[in-house]
């Protein structure tokens, strides 16, 4: 599988803190997403956002998505992208 890095163009945001590093991507449909990786966390994590704020209820996920490779996290921000 090829991995869509055109994603990246959506890249709003980058910070590091506390030994992690967090990626936030921004959509036109109103979602995003926040990926970490780091101390600490297997491999990487991934949240719905809502605009700014966790989302918790679309069909993608209830939770924050953890153990992610990087092919998987471009998986689900391709879903969270195609979110109506």
């Known amino acids: 599988m090829s ?3 055109s994603l990246d163009s959506f890249v709003v945001e980058k910070n590091s803190y506390y ?3 967090q990626t936030k991507f921004s959509f036109p449909n109103g979602y995003g997403a926040s990926v970490i990786s780091g101390e600490g966390i297997n491999r990487f994590e991934i949240a719905v956002l809502d ?3 966790l989302c918790y209820t679309t069909e993608i996920t209830d939770d924050v998505i953890a153990g992610l490779s990087v092919e998987g996290v471009y ?3 391709d879903k969270i992208k195609n979110l109506c």
């Open 51 to 53: 605009g700014e704020e």
């Open 3 to 5: 991995i869509n890095v």
């Open 75 to 77: 998986k689900i921000l």
């Open 19 to 21: 030994g992690k590093n």
